[in-house]
């Protein structure tokens, strides 16, 4: 957690500097991001989703929702959004409290979600800059077809890098490229290593609500970077000494030794009441052994790596199989190899207000994979950073009567197994 | 037949919640099929050359939604939880396929909501190019045709030639010609076209096969520009934002009793999605991609590489109509028209354009406060446009 903060307290006073460096800034989204590439040619990511999320667990997005809402911005779009523009439009002090510099790129890689497209047409707007569109297909059928990643490549080949070209000045260097993508290599296999370690009783990570934290780096500007391999060591470290102690993790009261219930997790988590959200799990015993959220940058848990023999078509790979990306069978079928995987005793849904991306087919989600797996599934609704939508005690109540179904099932489990 | 006849054959098929006229299609072409598709465009020209009827499935305000909701929390749009009342309650059952095309992540994620209920169904997620890149676009865009052809024909057991095509493209083309007449007719002279009747007959267009649209719109526009109406004392406005889930009719009438002409909108905009005629000349694949890539309608649903283009667009609508103001009606939680609205309200209103915004969903039941607003809006514009 130190070397984390201390990582990105860098990297915002870095983009602070920006105009006075001359290092190019450019802004990009959590899914499909393209940082090795973008790091290559010497800039500097910047990600909005971000710095809403920030401002929500900082209590800063509600202020910057009104300011966005009293410019126009209708109460019924993505929270993220208008939280960014309200920050925009409150002077842009990013989440560590140093100014925001303005972007010099907006790369928009627009990987499953079609707000993205339209965020980043109205931050062209706002800062009148060049914005160069990257069109990930849709996996509609579940699969990234040949012609599709064909298509990425040459967007990327003829679109994305003469953009970078021209604001930075460099050409091109793809041995550059391939050694940042080895680093990410490097760092994914210790980010899927650590994620996997639930899969152990005691869960020594919460991998929903703690690997928000542990993907941070790698989700946002610390891919393909020296930094990013250190940190996913060190972290790898940190969870096997916990894992041969025998220890759970470390939830916002204390530890969480005493694991009742294995859970996973489908749907973002709510930012505005955060340690909140997450110890209502931990006062009832409930670990979080898997979560779809903690894919949104990346699969790499079902096999994906970078690939740095093959530097853009790799990229394409990456960019089509963010789990948004996904359609909702092959979301399903995740769900229920999680549940297998990770022996869970269930699965619950924070479905959000703001994004249509993960929310529309929740519930068909839940009534599927309880279909499939015999196991219950829950629902719980908030919001990303609106804290409007956040009502705790509903949550606590839902959360409740959720674990008590579940113990209800084990009791039943252990009335037909005696029975039997 | 008479323009009244006209109107209420599509006012027929608009109210009939069992899609009678599909139905009624299928049994009259034995061996035929029917293949659906969602807002907001979807290349008609192909389902057409697969000799399948192309069917608009645009939910309804009318039906009680029983299964429905049980798919959609409340803060997601109507449009999706009628479609799957459609479809739950098997009026859809008529369906041999379905097209999905890339309008927003709701449309989006019901594709694989299809596939997993209705696993016998072709489903078809149609990406729309977004890339800025003409040629880039074209290609994707084509390959993507090439698919949906290819399947189709499979479907209905039917080579989707060059000529098949082909003749589909003349004969859309002259369903946008018509198109493009009426809605030039209802700008010049909107007291010959009501905007109810136009919706009406357009909204027939979507369930009836192009041919029998044909017929019917040419009745209408030679009806409509013989029959002289009474000229009212109205305020032209433009109402955009509802090219996706459908205000019910009676937003509409309610708009234009409120002392406005609608001289413009963006109502099942899938039809006018190719503001120009597709090549016969060229390979037709190619040219209906191009014809796409190089000369679709700006709308909210595809990516604007222009950094002008959102300030200017409302202002050269209101232009081309000659329209004093917009109105800005969008569906309840519709993300690509109000994530679009600040951008084009504020260059609007930059040009000095007088503007309204509100938002419906295709069940509601009360216009008084649309009444108001919109006759509100009508008398300020007429006291005081000139101010």
Known sequence: MVIQKEMIAEHYERLERAPQTGEPVVYTFVPGNLTELIRSFGCLPLLPEINALQSGMRGKSRDYIAEAEKHGHSEDVCTYVKCDIGMALAGNIGPTGTKLPKPDLLLLSYTGCYTFMKWFEL????????????????????????????????????????????????KYDEDALRERLQLSVQAEDDLVWVLESAKNTPSPIDAYFGAVYYVGPIFSAFRGTAEGVAYYQALRREVQERLDAGLGPVAPAGPLDNQKYRLVVEGPPNWTHFREFWQMFADEGAVVVASTYSKVGGTYDFGFRHNPADPLGTLGDYCAGCYTNHNLPNRIDMLCQYLRDYKADGFLINSVKSCNSFSAGQLMILREVEKRTGLPGGFIESDLVDPR????????????????????????????ARAS | MSRTAIIEWASGIYEDLEFTTVRQWLADHPGRKACGYLPVYAPREVIHAAGMLPVGIHGSGNIEIIRGDAFYQSYICHLPRSIVEFAQSGRLDMLSAVLFPSTCDVIRNLSGMWQILFPDMYVRYLDLPQVADPALGTEFWRRELEVVRRELGRVAG????????????????????????????RSEKPWQVPTEELYLL??????????????KAREYLTAAQSDDQRVRDRTRVIITGSFCEQPPLGLIKTIERAGCYIVDDDFLAGNRFLTGDVSLEADPTTALAEALVKGAV??????????????NLMKNRVAAARADGIIFAAASFCDPALLDRPMLRDGA???????????????????????????????????????
Request: proline share 5%; hydrophobic share 40%; glycine share 8%.
């Open chain 2, 349 to 387: 209103e930059k040009a000095g354009i007088p503007c309204i915004a509100f938002k419906f969903a295709e069940n509601s039941g009360q216009f008084q406060q649309f009444r108001e607003q919109a006759g509100t809006f009508s008398d300020s514009i007429k006291l005081w446009g000139d101010a």
């Open chain 2, 158 to 185: 039917v080579e989707v030639t060059d000529a098949r095509l082909r003749a589909s493209i003349a004969l859309y083309n002259e369903v946008r010609a018509i198109i493009r007449q009426l809605y030039a007719l």
């Open chain 2, 298 to 311: 700006k709308t909210s649903v595809l990516y604007e590489p222009d950094p002008e283009g959102k300030r």
């Open chain 1, 389 to 416: 939508y956040f009502s705790a005690a509903n949550i606590k109540n839902r959360l409740e009567s959720y674990l008590q179904m579940v113990e209800a099932r084990r009791a039943g489990g252990s009335r037909e």
């Open chain 1, 123 to 170: 931050l062209r707007e706002q800062y009148d800059c060049p914005c160069v569109f990257l069109h990930v297909p849709y996996q509609g059928d579940g699969v990234i077809e040949p012609e599709h990643r064909e298509y990425m490549v040459k967007q990327i080949r003829e679109l994305v890098i003469p953009a970078l070209e021209k604001i930075s000045g460099r």
């Open chain 2, 202 to 215: 357009m909204r027939a267009g979507e369930l009836v096969g192009p041919e029998v649209f044909l017929e």
